[in-house]
């Protein structure tokens, strides 16, 4: 192997963590590793998920695929992050994660829906979002837990979606992506930014929403503690990811 021609993928899907590694010099898949999250208590809601079961599963999965290449540290190139899109994971002051996160296909939303769409008006909310009205995305999402858990909101510094709450464990800096951002149905899609003017409107400040940053920007390098507890040399520069149905298109 040589020097910097591996590069590290997570992969967060619904049901595991995932960790792959691709050798971009030989152009050639080297392995991977899949971590199950926790398994639900019976009878508990499927609706929630805990963000730090979630980041112990990557950590874990990472540390596993570093184990089983057995390459040196200088065979590392960089890191990045692939997730299942809607899940949002809200971070206080100290960079901790308050209130539940809720996934994809949870509906429990439906009634703030109307309340988008009376304020914003169906046909509006299309052209400034992509997306009509629907309780799977995350505009609904958050004005539920808004409304169900007023404290936790309040405590809210950022709003950072699933991918983006991967990358800032990784590198410790909060930022957001375009292909997940957009599936919150609270980005601009036309403009490529947040979509501030609404989000005023209903109440979310839109300076709790990070700066965007473009897929394959490098954002920072990965933090000594993770480093320490994966195998992964501390400073492995950090590269924004995306969506995991967008990068599975390109990929294919």
């Known amino acids: 192997m040589s020097d910097h021609s591996l590069v590290i993928t997570v992969d967060i899907g619904g049901s595991a963590a995932k960790a792959y590694a691709f050798d971009v010099v030989g152009q050639r898949a080297m392995g991977q590793v899949s971590v199950p999250y926790p398994e639900q208590r019976a009878g508990a809601d499927p609706g929630p998920f805990d963000p730090d079961e979630w980041w112990g599963a990557v950590v874990s999965a990472l540390a596993s695929l570093v184990q089983k290449l057995g390459e040196p540290s200088s065979s590392y190139r960089g890191v990045t992050v692939s997730a299942?899109?809607?899940?949002?994971?809200?971070?206080?002051?100290?960079?901790?994660?308050?209130?539940?996160?809720?996934?994809?296909?949870?509906?429990?939303?439906?009634?703030?829906?109307?309340?988008?769409?009376?304020?914003?008006?169906a046909t509006r909310l299309y052209e400034i979002t992509g997306h009509f009205g629907a309780p799977e995305f995350g505009l609904a999402k958050l004005l539920w837990l808004r409304r169900t858990y007023p404290e936790a909101w309040r405590s809210t510094v950022t709003v950072l979606q699933l991918h983006d709450w991967i990358i800032y464990r990784l590198s410790g800096i909060k930022a957001s992506e375009p292909s997940s951002a957009a599936m919150s149905q609270m980005l601009e899609v036309t403009e490529g930014r947040w979509a501030t003017d609404m989000l005023n409107s209903l109440g979310l400040p839109s300076g709790r929403f990070p700066e965007l940053r473009k897929a394959g920007t490098q954002i920072g390098g990965l933090v000594e503690a993770v480093a320490a507890q994966t195998g992964l040399p501390a400073g492995l520069p950090v590269h924004v990811g995306g969506g995991d149905t967008h990068l599975s298109a390109i990929s294919a």
Do not use: S
């Open 84 to 121: 299942i899109r809607i899940p949002f994971v809200l971070i206080d002051r100290r960079g901790e994660h308050v209130g539940p996160g809720l996934l994809n296909k949870d509906r429990r939303a439906l009634p703030d829906v109307a309340h988008v769409v009376a304020k914003i008006g």
